[in-house]
Nanobody
């Protein structure tokens, strides 16, 4: 199985940028569809972005399209979430997640499909 550790969270002003990183260990990251999810206080965990095993397919929730970019470096066992033009409503704990897949091009938006999760990293956007 794979272990995931997120980093890069912190406090940022509205309109600013931040890059989250997710480091994988235990198994090669290229075996997994990867996703980023977030959970704001008092709310359910929600989908943010996903990327296929090959990195050629991505999908975003509507509220972050055009602002966030998910990417991966399978050689380094890393996944990234570049967040630009941040808004106070982006404030949440961000989680990296992995899902096994035999298809190189599939992505997944479904929280329940992901078997492996990191511990999360807090992102706070001040207005």
């Amino acid at each position: 199985q794979v272990q995931l550790v997120e980093s890069g969270g912190g406090l940022v002003q509205a309109g600013g940028s931040q890059r989250l990183s997710c480091a994988a260990s235990g198994r090669t990251l290229s075996s997994y569809i990867m996703g980023w999810f977030r959970q704001a206080p008092g709310k359910e965990r929600e989908f943010v972005a996903t990327i296929s095993r090959s990195g050629t397919s991505t999908y975003y929730t509507d509220s972050v399209k055009g602002r966030f970019t998910i990417s991966r470096d399978n050689a380094k066992n890393m996944v990234y979430l570049q967040m630009n033009t941040l808004k106070p409503e982006d404030t949440a704990v961000y989680y990296c997640a992995a899902r096994s897949s035999v298809d190189y091009r599939t992505t997944s938006r479904t929280l329940g499909d992901y078997a492996y999760w990191g511990q999360g990293t807090q992102v706070t956007v001040s207005s």
